[in-house]
């Protein structure tokens, strides 16, 4: 009998033993093909010495320094070198240990430029349903998925959500025109109903990741987002976590559309799962604004030596080894494969995605889109038939409605190999066919 609280006890989970390139093996010799990267983590692949020996490196020199107390070269370094990378003006870096730390500090810091600018009115937060922005209590009500929220619903109800961009499932009756200005329109009405003088901020996944199953907005979406932020004093918080380093196909999502945030957060692939490290940016305006009065905020292990060398050494294979663009063109493909593989299987309703972040959506009903009931876990079959046949699979279910919705993601590290990619193909295609098809004519 097993001391540890897993994260799954109504399945035994198989131990894994190693891991190398876009593969893992478990104590018994079976080989997974890793096509979540974990959960969508695994940017510069598995096994990688290089890193494992920055690690040791930096452990070796100087393991822990509290960051009240110093800075270290790695960390001025890697800030540095990431700096120029950041869809921001003069970027300052406040590296945590997770996506859901750097979410609770982004908030946190848009709360403290209101105050050091004299705007002390301003502390609601405004965030969309179909997102997820960490488990933490803060991240968590922020983050609008309803059934991790249930549990926990009598600690949460201080943010307010708006919809997400779903071009699947656009609500608009004049869709596909204008569908991202309207989206902007319906925040803007959120902020005037709440009262712009006390909106802090906005926070939200350029694209969405496990709660829709990698989904991007229309193109007219951010620009028009940004400029209602701007107009109305609200900080911009892109929650990069699962998009930024190279998953999407650009060093970070907002890439894509110019968009350029006035905090971002990352995490997963800053450190493609060697380090539990997070990171929060601002631009140089909101550092300086908030610098004078200080931040009230931190946790111990913030501003990790370890945990800087790391994700130096991960910048660095991202960039040395061209691997961003390894993800937009081996996303190109697996998104294209994919789509003819699956183009007459009657229960694929969406493949889409960015880059190496790739969604399917299961539908009921092709036509009418209708989902599948929750309580037929048809998203869970797909990823336990191929987990059998040795693929990993990401789930991200509850999308069509909050609740009911199968999908799953695909998000392999960068470094998969054209053999793999078309493996990752055949074997979702089969364990779709397995689990969706057979009961439902
Ligand atoms: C967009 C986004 N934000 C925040 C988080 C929370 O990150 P963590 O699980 O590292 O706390 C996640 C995790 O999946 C995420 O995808």
Request: negative net charge; aromatic residues 6%.
């Given at each position: ?10 399945r ?14 478990d104590a ?9 990267g ?41 800030a540095?070198?990431l700096?120029p ?7 300052r ?12 500090t ?71 025109q ?6 902007a ?25 496990a ?45 894509h ?10 995490g ?8 539990p490290l ?16 200080g ?20 910048l ?42 790739i ?28 987990r059998?046949s ?39 295609h ?12």
């Amino acid at each position: 009998m097993s001391s540890v609280f897993h994260r799954v006890e109504n399945r035994p989970l198989p131990v894994a033993v190693r891991a190398e390139g876009s593969c893992v093996w478990d104590a018994e010799g079976k080989r997974y093909l890793d096509a979540a990267g974990g959960a969508i983590v695994v940017g510069i692949g598995h096994g990688d010495r290089d890193v494992a020996a920055s690690m040791e490196e930096q452990a070796s020199a100087v393991a822990f320094a509290h960051g009240t107390q110093f800075t270290t070269p790695a960390l001025e370094a890697y800030a540095a070198e990431l700096a120029p990378l950041l869809p921001m003006e003069a970027p300052r870096v406040y590296p945590v240990s997770g996506g859901s730390e750097a979410v609770e500090t982004a908030l946190k810091l848009a709360r403290t430029y209101h105050l050091a600018r004299g705007d002390s009115g301003r502390h609601k937060v405004i965030a969309r349903w179909g997102s997820y922005h960490g488990n933490t209590l803060g991240a968590l009500d922020a983050s609008g998925r309803p059934p991790l929220r249930a549990p926990y619903g009598p600690w949460l109800g201080r943010v307010v959500h708006v919809p997400a961009a779903n071009e699947y499932r656009c609500p608009f009756d004049t869709h596909p025109q204008g569908c991202g200005e309207r989206h902007a329109e319906l925040l803007e009405r959120a902020i005037l109903e709440e009262g712009p003088d006390s909106v802090a901020c906005f926070i939200a996944e350029p694209v969405v990741g496990a709660t829709l199953g990698a989904v991007a907005p229309p193109d007219g979406y951010w620009p028009a987002v940004r400029e209602v932020c701007s107009r109305h004093g609200v900080l911009l918080v892109a929650d990069e976590v699962m998009t930024g380093f190279g998953r999407t196909g650009a060093w970070f999502g907002s890439d894509h559309w110019g968009l350029r945030p006035d905090i971002l957060t990352a995490g997963k692939g800053a450190s493609s799962g060697y380090w539990p490290l997070g990171l929060t940016v601002c631009s140089g305006e909101i550092f300086e604004a908030v610098v004078a009065g200080g931040f009230v905020h931190g946790f111990t292990n913030s501003h990790s030596a370890v945990g800087a060398a790391v994700g130096r050494a991960v910048l660095a294979k991202l960039r040395d080894g061209g691997l961003v663009e390894a993800s937009r063109i081996k996303g190109e493909r697996l998104l294209k494969e994919l789509s003819e593989a699956l183009a007459d299987e009657p229960h694929v309703g969406d493949v889409r995605g960015l880059g190496l972040m790739i969604g399917i959506e299961l539908v009921a009903d092709r036509q009418t889109k209708a989902p599948f009931a929750r309580a037929e876990h048809v998203t869970e079959g797909v990823l336990a038939a191929a987990r059998e046949s040795g693929l990993l699979l990401y789930p991200s279910p509850g999308g069509a409605d909050g609740t009911n919705g199968d999908a799953f993601m695909l998000g392999p590290p960068f470094v998969i190999t054209d053999e793999e990619l078309t493996e990752a193909v055949e074997k979702t295609h089969a364990a779709i066919v397995a689990a969706a098809s057979p009961a439902r004519p």
